[in-house]
């Protein structure tokens, strides 16, 4: 942020604050100027007005976006420029905060005096309370259903009828056919899944293939077995998975301002939320 940067965040903070009691800004920036009783022209970095419905107050801001505190020369300029402009009250605004001969000066000409600054990384907790802005809290609620195809059974119809089914690897099994092409077993199982998908949930389906003159071959043991065909035993499952998610919508802090006559300190977000402090 620079200088220009300060002066509109100023301008800003002021607008949103000064929405519910009426205050509002008549004129801001470098070339915005008021002409005083003597006949100079001051320029005034934000100026406001506030009506009681009878008269018209006005306020000149004055913004410092120093490395160094505001003594009372930069007082004693403002002080001068609202007596000359007969503009009802003086506000600096520093980020840096004020000397002490600033703040006793300051007092005795009624000029108000803000510090305004940004929250650095690691600032400790007691000069920092809180580091996020609750925005809104988003709710939902997702309506999910899983249908998954599960396969219970795989039972080979072998030549050899004294040959029982034992515990295989799929992945590691092919099926030579009688014309010599080969298929993997997945593919069976593939083929499958996709024909439990149009069942009726929870359904126990069986289906047989027939594959005559068909060999078992285990890729791993190289061992060959003659099978007439195989059967696939499944269902479909089908399992509710509502869910319901919070979420806090938050904001992180980014400036404090705090007026050192009055008991008033706000702390403003990034999205440029303003929060009033608790005393």
């Given at each position: 942020?620079?200088?220009?940067?300060?002066?509109?965040?100023?301008?800003?903070?002021?607008?949103?604050?000064?929405?519910?009691?009426?205050?509002?800004?008549?004129?801001?920036?470098?070339?915005?100027?008021?002409?005083?009783?003597?006949?100079?022209?001051?320029?005034?970095?934000?100026?406001?007005?506030?009506?009681?419905?009878?008269?018209?107050?006005?306020?000149?801001?004055?913004?410092?976006?120093?490395?160094?505190?505001?003594?009372?020369?930069?007082?004693?300029?403002?002080?001068?420029?609202?007596?000359?402009?007969?503009?009802?009250?003086?506000?600096?605004?520093?980020?840096?905060?004020?000397?002490?001969?600033?703040?006793?000066?300051?007092?005795?000409?009624?000029?108000?005096?803000?510090?305004?600054?940004?929250?650095?990384?690691?600032?400790?907790?007691?000069?920092?309370?809180?580091?996020?802005?609750?925005?809104?809290?988003?709710?939902?609620?997702?309506?999910?259903?899983?249908?998954?195809?599960?396969?219970?059974?795989?039972?080979?119809?072998?030549?050899?009828?004294?040959?029982?089914?034992?515990?295989?690897?799929?992945?590691?099994?092919?099926?030579?056919?009688?014309?010599?092409?080969?298929?993997?077993?997945?593919?069976?199982?593939?083929?499958?899944?996709?024909?439990?998908?149009?069942?009726?949930?929870?359904?126990?389906?069986?289906?047989?293939?027939?594959?005559?003159?068909?060999?078992?071959?285990?890729?791993?043991?190289?061992?060959?077995a003659q099978i007439r065909g195989l059967t696939l035993i499944g269902f479909l499952e089908v399992k509710n998975m509502d869910n319901t998610r919070h979420f806090n919508?938050?904001?992180?802090?980014?400036?404090?301002?705090?007026?050192?006559?009055?008991?008033?300190?706000?702390?403003?977000?990034?999205?440029?939320?303003?929060?009033?402090?608790?005393?």
């Amino acid at each position: 942020m620079d200088w220009k940067d300060y002066e509109n965040i100023t301008k800003y903070i002021y607008e949103e604050l000064g929405r519910k009691t009426g205050v509002k800004i008549i004129g801001y920036g470098n070339t915005f100027k008021v002409r005083g009783k003597s006949g100079v022209s001051h320029q005034i970095d934000v100026l406001t007005n506030h009506s009681d419905g009878i008269h018209n107050y006005q306020t000149a801001i004055e913004c410092k976006y120093w490395e160094k505190k505001i003594n009372k020369d930069v007082v004693m300029k403002v002080a001068s420029i609202v007596e000359d402009t007969n503009i009802h009250k003086g506000v600096i605004v520093s980020k840096r905060g004020y000397t002490a001969d600033g703040i006793s000066f300051a007092k005795e000409k009624n000029i108000g005096l803000i510090e305004l600054r940004e929250i650095k990384a690691g600032e400790p907790k007691e000069n920092n309370k809180e580091t996020i802005f609750p925005i809104a809290e988003l709710i939902l609620n997702f309506k999910i259903k899983r249908n998954r195809p599960k396969i219970l059974n795989i039972e080979f119809d072998f030549v050899d009828i004294n040959r029982k089914s034992e515990k295989i690897e799929p992945n590691q099994m092919i099926i030579r056919l009688q014309d010599g092409n080969e298929i993997t077993l997945n593919e069976y199982m593939i083929s499958f899944k996709e024909e439990l998908h149009k069942q009726e949930p929870s359904k126990r389906i069986k289906k047989y293939y027939e594959l005559e003159n068909a060999n078992l071959i285990n890729t791993m043991s190289k061992e060959i077995a003659q099978i007439r065909g195989l059967t696939l035993i499944g269902f479909l499952e089908v399992k509710n998975m509502d869910n319901t998610r919070h979420f806090n919508i938050v904001d992180e802090v980014w400036l404090t301002m705090k007026s050192l006559f009055e008991n008033n300190s706000y702390t403003i977000s990034k999205l440029g939320m303003i929060k009033k402090d608790k005393n």
